[in-house]
């Protein structure tokens, strides 16, 4: 159950925040700042979500995602940035977790559904709050989200979660 619930926070972090990119860079990245190892450490436990759940094909087209990030977009990830990411999560992680399980239970339709919806809502939510100097971070966990969502539409065979990641597509 412990792994089960740190597996779901991880995924996460990986499927709504800016932080998403925060995961595992490709291996032929340069070792990582240490504010940046600590948010790899720790970022996942600021989120304690209790309904809120990735479909597991989300997460394998977000974790496939970060995994090909190119060297250009892994340069975002400095030391102050995941400071202030740090800094963020630890001050608005019980917050954006409520919001998500607020919404994924509010929200119908199957787990795609769900998923999509509630992750735009607290993402649009939550991404103006987070600090100028994440914004590199940012610019690359969106298209980490796009690049997923669009993987996703195309190859959903059902026509609820097609919908539901083609409108996600756009994210905040």
């Known amino acids: 159950m412990a792994f089960r619930r740190t597996l779901r926070r991880t995924l996460l972090a990986a499927a709504v925040l800016s932080a998403s990119v925060l995961t595992t860079p490709s291996a032929h990245a340069a070792p990582l700042p240490p504010a940046c190892q600590d948010a790899l450490l720790k970022t996942l436990d600021k989120f ?7 479909p597991e094909k989300a997460k394998t087209a977000l974790f496939d995602e970060v995994g090909a990030l190119s060297e250009a977009d892994q340069e975002a990830f400095t030391q102050p940035a995941c400071t202030a990411w740090n800094n ?16 994924y239970q509010k929200a119908g339709g199957g787990a795609c559904v769900k998923f ?9 939510k939550f991404a103006p709050q987070i600090p ?3 914004r590199g971070l940012e610019k690359v966990a969106k298209k980490v989200w ?11 065979t059902n026509a609820d ?8 597509k756009a994210g905040w």
């Open 48 to 54: 304690p979500v209790t309904y809120f759940t990735v």
């Open 88 to 103: 963020w999560a630890t001050a608005n992680g019980q917050a954006v977790a409520t919001d998500l399980d607020n919404r």
């Open 116 to 124: 999509a919806a509630s992750s735009v809502g607290t993402l649009k």
């Open 132 to 134: 100028e100097k994440t």
């Open 146 to 156: 796009k690049n997923a969502m669009q993987k996703l539409s195309t190859e959903a």
């Open 161 to 168: 979660c097609r919908k539901a990641y083609d409108g996600a």
